[in-house]
């Protein structure tokens, strides 16, 4: 099926610890972006993509790293894990011909202990 | 820089009631406006989006929203609410010059028999 593929959905983490949140699409979007969800706080954007090798910060970029090898990838990296990292984090794309039609994953729900 | 304030943290309505809920932004443009809504465990969908032209702006799922400039506002409605319904709702903004949506809180709807 056409669409984002966010994996893992679920992940615990000990503080300091590393992981990398996958994000796949395979819909030749050119962009893409990575969101964390906090309660009563909506959605903040945390890296985009505008294409394969171009990557820019959002609005709350630390702790995070992105990297754009490919159309179809774009990981998030989580260097070393602290509790305030603690949030469901959604990854979306779209085309920039249609760059506001954003198709969202189904997101990763990450707990930092 | 854009933001979106949705007022309305929780609603409660009866099924068969109409429903609105409030978003208001802040832009120096002509804004993107979008409502997206997100059910348990899930990614968002949109709603439906404004660009430009007519004000008033049909949406799926039975959705409409209005776009006031004088109060920059962009409330959404529903004339009859379903228990599908029930989700939360987020209003965003985006700028005509980069691909970034701006999230409201978002409201949760709760939907009684």
């Known amino acids: 099926n056409a669409g984002v593929t966010q994996t893992p959905k679920f992940q615990v983490l000990k503080t300091g610890q590393s992981m990398t949140l996958q994000c796949a699409q395979d819909m030749n979007h050119e962009y893409m972006s990575w969101y964390r969800q906090d309660p009563g706080m909506g959605l903040r954007l945390i890296h985009y993509?505008?294409?394969?090798?171009?990557?820019d910060q959002g609005e709350v970029p630390n702790g995070y790293n992105v990297s754009r090898s490919t159309t179809e990838d774009f990981p998030l990296r989580l260097l070393s894990a602290a509790p305030s990292q603690t949030s469901v984090y959604f990854c979306a794309s779209s085309s920039l011909s249609d760059v506001y039609g954003y198709t969202f994953g189904s997101g990763t729900r990450l707990t930092v202990v | 820089a854009q933001s979106v304030t949705q007022p309305d943290i929780h609603i409660t309505v009866s099924e068969g009631a109409s429903l609105e809920l409030r978003c208001n932004y802040s832009y120096g443009a002509t804004p993107y406006l979008f409502w997206y809504v997100q059910s348990p465990g899930q990614g968002l969908q949109l709603l439906l989006k404004y660009f430009s032209g007519d004000t008033l702006v049909q949406g799926i799922k039975g959705f409409e929203a209005e776009f006031k400039r004088s109060q920059s506002s962009f409330n959404l409605r529903k004339p009859s609410v379903h228990w599908s319904d029930a989700a939360e709702y987020f209003c965003a903004v985006g700028s005509s010059n980069d691909y970034k949506l701006s999230f409201g809180a978002g409201t949760t709807v709760t939907v009684r028999a």
């Open positions: 993509s505008v294409g394969a090798g171009i990557t």
